[in-house]
């Protein structure tokens, strides 16, 4: 073979280059999207943990219980935080004499 054939003239292989860019920055941009679109359906952890814990096969229902025990935890830390003071008045302490 000749090392120094001069390609650049042919227009069959220019156009080839051209088509084969083309082609290959269609795919590059499909294959991109598709990553995003895989990407961003997958299930958050929390939600597929529940679903294993609970036995659920469908991500709503999880969701749900998740909903459940947040709502839950606001719902008795409320309950602690203003039920009072349980602890009893400072007067009613008593000192010994020592």
């Given at each position: 073979m000749e090392?120094?054939?001069?390609?650049?003239?042919?227009?069959?292989i220019n156009q080839a280059l051209k088509e084969?860019?083309?082609?290959s920055s269609?795919?590059?941009?499909?294959?991109?999207?598709s990553v995003f679109i895989?990407?961003?359906?997958?299930?958050?952890?929390?939600?597929?943990?529940t679903m294993k814990v609970f036995g659920?096969?469908?991500?709503?229902?999880?969701?749900y219980i998740l909903l459940g025990l947040i709502l839950t935890i606001?719902?008795?830390s409320l309950f602690l935080l203003f039920k009072g003071n349980s602890?009893?008045?400072?007067?009613?302490i008593k000192i010994l004499p020592a």
């Open positions: 090392e120094n054939l001069d390609l650049s003239k042919n227009s069959e084969f860019d083309i082609k269609v795919e590059q941009t499909q294959q991109s999207a895989s990407n961003s359906s997958e299930t958050p952890k929390i939600v597929d943990w659920l096969r469908e991500e709503r229902k999880a969701e606001i719902f008795v602890v009893g008045n400072p007067s009613d």
